[in-house]
């Protein structure tokens, strides 16, 4: 099960992986075939979040929505004790407690809020709540009296959209790419192509724009080899001269989201990692660089009065967009999947797999216990919804 839920392995993979170590002799144990593992992801996602969570005054909780799988989206809540946290690393997925995975067309601010209230019955007390500022969150989380940190990869990337989003030169040299990108896919310029813009939060992660401008700046500072028949690729790319102001600038804003980032994702949100990023980071130039440093300055300094009471704290939930990240990798090979029971592998993700534990969840888990939860918590999927729409 490591080699399932701790890489990217697929289940057609993992169960040809364990045929050839069964044929080596490597282990003693039968091969598994895929829907043998497909089940036991399942089996051990619904024992790690139905399993009782301890009472105590210490919870801090992460909660964000999925992009849009098929019809609907999925709300996860993760949940760990301040107690537990090592602020000497980032977060991991087994610090994590599963604490909520449903799905549903359209979340709003008063569901959230009734759920937040209801897990704090059961769980304690909640000291604070990680997550973006979506207005249903937002509502849900301030209704229920808990304190929100504005999850900071977010807030970056709003940032950055509201720097860049209608600048005329990071439209023009997007556009440009663009084109450039259609026009030279199947030529002997292909390897020179510009890199393709993030379909979700294109704004957050400038630094492969910021990189290829450059590269191209110094690719057009060599003499023409007539040998490589590039001429057409670098007449089309010959305004790039023009625009390096742009580059350096957007240069300087992806140096700074990575000098800030770091040390705060890493090691927490605290008056130590605030300074450094305030001390350690060099002088912006750019007018851009200035706004952005100043701004998150602002920002890091606001969210950490925000409970007024702790000194280091989470400001992150890119934990569960990995998880996230990797539930969609599980869907890819099946696009008319839509939101299935699968999504219990995001709580599978924060199980130990201790031995102990696994055969816990196996022996303990039926398989009727998860096509009910199924049925409450996540719905027909778009195959069932199909399947009824175009039967006799």
């Given at each position: 099960m490591a080699l399932k839920l701790r890489t990217s392995s697929s289940f057609r993979a993992v169960a040809a992986t364990s045929q050839i170590l069964h044929e080596y002799h490597v282990t003693t144990l039968q091969p598994a075939v895929p829907n043998t593992i497909w089940w036991w992801v399942r089996k051990i996602g619904y024992y790690t979040l139905t399993k009782p969570k301890p009472r105590a005054q210490d919870w801090i909780i992460v909660l964000d929505e999925s992009v849009k799988l098929g019809p609907g989206k999925l709300?996860?809540?993760?949940?760990?004790?301040?107690?537990?946290?090592?602020?000497?690393?980032?977060?991991?997925?087994?610090?994590?407690?599963?604490?909520?995975?449903?799905?549903s067309s359209q979340w709003n601010g008063d569901f959230i809020r009734d759920l937040l209230t209801r897990l704090e019955g059961q769980l304690g007390h909640i000291t604070y709540a990680v997550g973006d500022y979506g207005s249903d969150i937002k509502k849900g989380v301030r209704e229920a009296g808990i304190p929100h940190i504005h999850d900071m990869t977010h807030h970056i990337a709003l940032l950055l959209k509201?720097?860049?989003?209608?600048?005329?030169?990071?439209?023009?040299?997007?556009?440009?790419?663009?084109?450039?990108?259609?026009?030279?896919?199947?030529?002997?310029?292909?390897?020179?192509?510009?890199?393709?813009?993030?379909?979700?939060?294109?704004?957050?992660?400038?630094?492969?724009?910021?990189?290829?401008?450059?590269?191209?700046?110094?690719?057009?500072?060599?003499?023409?080899?007539?040998?490589?028949?590039?001429?057409?690729?670098?007449?089309?790319?010959?305004?790039?001269?023009?625009?390096?102001?742009?580059?350096?600038?957007?240069?300087?804003?992806?140096?700074?989201?990575?000098?800030?980032?770091?040390?705060v994702k890493?090691?927490?949100?605290?008056?130590?990692?605030?300074?450094?990023?305030?001390?350690?980071?060099?002088?912006?130039?750019?007018?851009?660089?200035?706004?952005?440093?100043?701004?998150?300055?602002?920002?890091?300094?606001?969210?950490?009065?925000?409970?007024?009471?702790?000194?280091?704290?989470?400001?992150?939930?890119?934990?569960l967009e990995s998880a996230f990240g990797k539930y969609t990798t599980y869907l890819s090979c099946n696009p008319m999947s839509g939101i299935t029971d699968l999504a219990l592998c995001i709580a599978a993700f924060t199980s130990s797999l201790e031995l102990s534990e696994l055969a816990e969840a196996l022996e303990q888990t039926r398989q009727h216990d998860v096509r009910q939860w199924a049925r409450v918590f996540i719905g027909p999927t778009v195959s069932q919804q199909r399947r009824q729409a175009f039967s006799d």
């Open positions: 709300l996860v809540l993760l949940g760990i004790r301040e107690s537990d946290i090592d602020f000497s690393r980032p977060l991991r997925y087994t610090d994590m407690k599963p604490l909520w995975i449903s799905a509201h720097l860049y989003e209608k600048d005329s030169a990071y439209q023009y040299v997007t556009t440009q790419f663009a084109q450039i990108r259609q026009r030279f896919q199947h030529t002997v310029a292909a390897p020179l192509l510009p890199p393709k813009p993030r379909a979700h939060s294109r704004y957050h992660d400038l630094q492969p724009l910021a990189a290829y401008g450059q590269q191209v700046l110094t690719y057009l500072r060599h003499p023409a080899d007539a040998t490589r028949s590039d001429a057409a690729f670098r007449e089309a790319v010959s305004w790039v001269e023009h625009y390096q102001e742009f580059f350096t600038e957007l240069q300087e804003v992806t140096a700074l989201v990575r000098g800030i980032e770091r040390p890493h090691y927490g949100l605290s008056s130590a990692t605030v300074t450094q990023c305030a001390q350690g980071l060099p002088p912006a130039i750019t007018e851009k660089g200035r706004r952005f440093k100043f701004d998150m300055l602002v920002y890091l300094h606001t969210t950490l009065d925000v409970t007024r009471v702790l000194e280091e704290l989470v400001c992150t939930s890119d934990i």
